[in-house]
């Protein structure tokens, strides 16, 4: 049996859900004249066995029933009738069905009735409950025509006059070419062709114009039956067609709504959301579409709550999309990107200031406060030929941020009430990526504050290197990651290099690099070998983790980081470094031949992988050497393998004529043109070395003697380099240093001073025990150290080679300072 849908349902309803129906005409005396192939497969009886009888030998004997004249007659009186009734089958077994009588139209006020049947088992689960299912067939209205073979009306209900305003009088004896466009006429007669051949049911959609609403086009579903004589020939054809102009409109606004999803907030750009709702609209809502955002909107700020209902200044608003079918009109006066300003009082100022919408189906260009004031876009108004409307503020937290403007001129139909509940619809789902942006650009720019905060605003080498550095945040479908840089001057001319990502990107990642930042300062004021840096800074990060959690007895999540650590002597120019997951850093000698060296990657910070040690590589570097230090969103690229951005790196990093500066920006340069999916960040130190007379060093006795060879030497060499003013405050803190390291050190000693941007004296001695200041007033043997913190800017300790280093530092005269 074929797939019919002879009573669509309300609107709601698509006509596809309508169960399998039989289809039976009768004259004015209930006898069977027509006969379908569905009505023979529902109950068992051919049209030879039916056509000439009367229906009621279909129905079984009940006491209560009316005759068939009464019920006839009812059946008049209502223009047909509908229920639920229990039919006969061949086999004698009761069918309970939901029937429809419909009376019909012919020539010379002749009547015929057409009966439609469905069994009740076959009915959809939403129309199981017997009374919805006769309030539902009882009240749709459906249009009935009859042709015959030559496809010429022969009978006609009163639907049909209500669906194309065609009376019936001047339907007999006419074809589909009378009533409808030839287009469909010739489609519907097509059909009905292939129906009358072959018997069957088929159902076709066709356009046309209601009398009540010739403006408006209707969609109608037609589904056309065979009916045949007591011979089985085809004697006419059945059309039943019903109104899905809803149905239809539903499904559009569903089609729009869905290719919304995928179209309008493709990327976190406000203008570029803008733009796709415009892009949007046109040709499917509208003709012409504008979009203007409150001005501070594309700049990502976003508005106070209730934009417009209480300050008094003019509202300016710029320009984020703007679409039309007519390209001329995109001359619009204010282009994309531009300042708009709507006038005071005007519609689009009264939707901005109560964010409501505005629906103007006839619109009039002769009036209104902006047509005098604004003659030049009046005119391109009215030469476009917009004559309907609509305004929709965009809001969204109770801010409005902007206003769509939805028009027609080429579609004669004007916007109707349900264009504007689309509209809506639209503009909310923009709204909703647009305040989405905003909440990103404003989290974005808070991260980049803290992370412009956190970074060193002024990076200086001393004397052991000349340094520069960039960095370059995310693009904004990324955010701001954690790349951290510094570099941090040591004792003993020395310098730290730090190059830091870390995991994840967004505020959290910004605020925990400030955290690592600050731990790698205070770890390297401790004077730590890199690889020993790397493992306190690895359960530095681990404890962060555990302390972020949530609850005790969660499982933290991770919080992984990755990092290079480099430290440069200018007096022996030997650097050690150590790395922990990062990415190795590029030496270009000066001749310009670059190396990526060899050093173990280690694990990432935070891991909890400490079972594999951090290792240190010592590397000798000319003087002139250059260090890059770089995070992998540098050579790393969503289209390129990471070779391809350490060879580009490289290939940049070898001119050797170039200052620190240019060939930053010359790196830079390099990447693509589309923001980088990951930050940048790259920190670049040329090597210095400290003369030789910069440097004097003794080897002393582990005696008591050697404190007044050691005064003495020292007290020469300041005089040779003309700092005889430093002798009395040097000659003290040598004297201390020494007598503690002989007192409490052991194997040789070593003095050593070292002029530079300071002047460090340093005593060194094979012991590893460091020494810890006392206060005098607690511990008389605290005095010695008490009097060499007083007497220099700073002092501190360090692990060395064969033991430690004490030292202290003082402030040197400008003039003296060594370049």
């Not at 006898?31 to 030998?57: N, P």
């Not at 057409?114 to 959809?124: A, C, E, K, N, P």
């Not at 340069?669 to 400290?690: H, K, M």
Request: net charge negative; hydrophobic share 40%; charged share 20%.
């Amino acid at each position: 049996m074929t797939k019919t849908d002879h009573a669509p349902l309300a609107e709601a309803v698509s006509p596809r859900e309508i169960p399998d129906a039989a289809i039976a005409m009768l004259d004015a005396e209930g006898t069977v004249v027509g006969w379908t192939h569905a009505a023979e497969h529902l109950v068992g009886y051919s049209a030879k066995e039916v056509v000439g009888r009367s229906a009621a030998h279909l129905l079984p004997p009940a006491e209560h029933a009316p005759s068939a004249s009464a019920f006839a007659e009812q059946c008049r009186a209502q223009d047909g009738w509908s229920g639920t009734v229990t039919v006969r089958h061949r086999d004698g077994h009761a069918i309970k069905m939901t029937l429809r009588i419909s009376l019909l139209w012919g020539q010379d006020a002749g009547t015929r009735w057409l009966v439609s049947v469905t069994d009740v088992g076959t009915l959809s689960s939403g129309a199981s409950n017997g009374a919805v299912r006769e309030s539902l067939l009882a009240h749709t209205p459906v249009g009935i025509t009859v042709y015959d073979p030559q496809l010429r009306c022969t009978w006609v209900n009163d639907v049909m006059e209500r669906y194309d305003g065609t009376p019936r009088d001047r339907r007999f004896g006419r074809r589909l070419h009378d009533s409808l466009p030839a287009v469909e006429a010739e489609a519907l007669e097509v059909v009905m062709r292939q129906v009358l051949k072959s018997g069957t049911t088929m159902v076709h959609e066709y356009r046309a114009w209601s009398s009540a609403d010739r403006r408006g086009e209707h969609a109608f579903s037609a589904s056309f039956f065979c009916l045949q004589d007591a011979d089985g020939a085809a004697l006419a054809v059945c059309s039943m067609s019903v109104d899905v102009t809803g149905n239809r409109r539903a499904r559009e606004r569903l089609a729009i709504l869905s290719e919304a999803g995928t179209r309008i907030g493709s990327t976190l750009d406000v203008m570029r959301t803008g733009q796709e709702l415009a892009d949007l609209a046109v040709p499917l809502l509208a003709d012409h579409a504008l979009v203007d955002l409150v001005e501070s909107v594309p700049f990502g700020l976003e508005p106070s709550a209730g934009t417009g209902k209480v300050s008094g200044r003019p509202h300016l608003m710029r320009r984020a999309g703007l679409a039309s079918i007519d390209l001329g009109l995109l001359e619009f006066p204010w282009m994309r990107e531009e300042v708009v300003h709507p006038f005071p009082n005007s519609l689009f100022d009264t939707a901005l200031r109560t964010g409501r919408s505005y629906l103007e189906p006839v619109l009039d260009t002769h009036s209104g406060p902006w047509v005098n004031h604004d003659p030049v876009r009046t005119q391109k108004v009215r030469a476009s030929g917009v004559h309907s409307l609509m305004v929709v503020p965009i809001r969204a937290r109770r801010c409005v941020l902007g206003l769509a403007l939805f028009g027609r001129s080429k579609e004669p139909t004007p916007f109707q009430e349900d264009d504007l509940l689309l509209a809506e619809e639209l503009v909310t789902r923009a709204a909703l990526s647009l305040d989405n942006a905003l909440q990103y650009a404003r989290q974005r720019s808070a991260a980049l504050t803290l992370q412009r905060d956190l970074l060193p605003h002024h990076v200086g080498g001393g004397a052991a290197v000349d340094v520069a550095s960039r960095y370059v945040p995310a693009d904004m479908d990324h955010g701001v990651g954690g790349d951290w840089f510094d570099v941090i001057k040591l004792s003993g001319a020395r310098v730290a290099l730090v190059v830091g990502d870390v995991v994840g990107h967004g505020i959290n990642a910004a605020a925990t690099m400030g955290r690592l930042r600050t731990a790698v300062r205070t770890l390297a004021d401790m004077e730590l070998p890199p690889h020993e840096l790397l493992s306190h800074l690895d359960d530095t990060v681990r404890r962060l983790s555990e302390e972020d959690a949530d609850a005790p007895d969660e499982v933290p999540a991770v919080v992984g980081a990755t990092c290079l650590y480099a430290v440069y002597d200018p007096v022996t120019r030997r650097c050690t470094m150590a790395r922990a997951g990062h990415p190795p850093p590029a030496v270009i000698d000066p001749q310009g031949r670059i190396t990526f060296p060899d050093m173990p990657a280690g694990a990432p910070l935070g891991l909890g992988l400490g079972l594999v040690p951090f290792e240190s590589v010592e590397l000798e570097l000319p003087e002139g050497t250059l260090l890059a230090l770089y995070t992998d969103g540098l050579v790393e690229s969503r289209d390129d393998d990471i070779d391809v951005g350490l060879d580009r790196l490289g290939a940049v990093l070898a001119q050797t004529g170039s200052s620190l500066e240019d060939l930053c920006s010359q790196v830079i340069e390099t990447l693509a043109t589309q923001a980088p999916a990951d930050d940048v960040t790259l920190l670049l130190a040329r090597t210095r070395g400290l003369e030789p007379a910069q440097v004097a060093s003794w080897e002393l006795p582990h005696e008591p003697s050697a404190v007044r060879v050691a005064r003495q030497a020292a007290a020469r060499q300041l005089s040779e380099w003309g700092l005889g003013h430093l002798v009395t405050s040097v000659k003290l803190i040598v004297s201390e240093l020494v007598t503690n390291a002989i007192r409490y050190g052991g194997g040789p000693i070593r003095l050593r001073l070292i002029q530079h941007q300071v002047l460090t004296c340093e005593v060194s001695d094979s012991s590893t025990n460091h020494p810890r200041p006392r206060h005098p007033h607690i511990d008389e043997n605290g005095r010695g150290l008490f009097l060499v913190a007083q007497l220099s800017r700073r002092w501190g300790s360090r692990s060395g080679a064969d033991g430690k280093v004490v030292w202290a530092e003082q402030d040197l005269p400008s003039k003296a300072v060594a370049v």
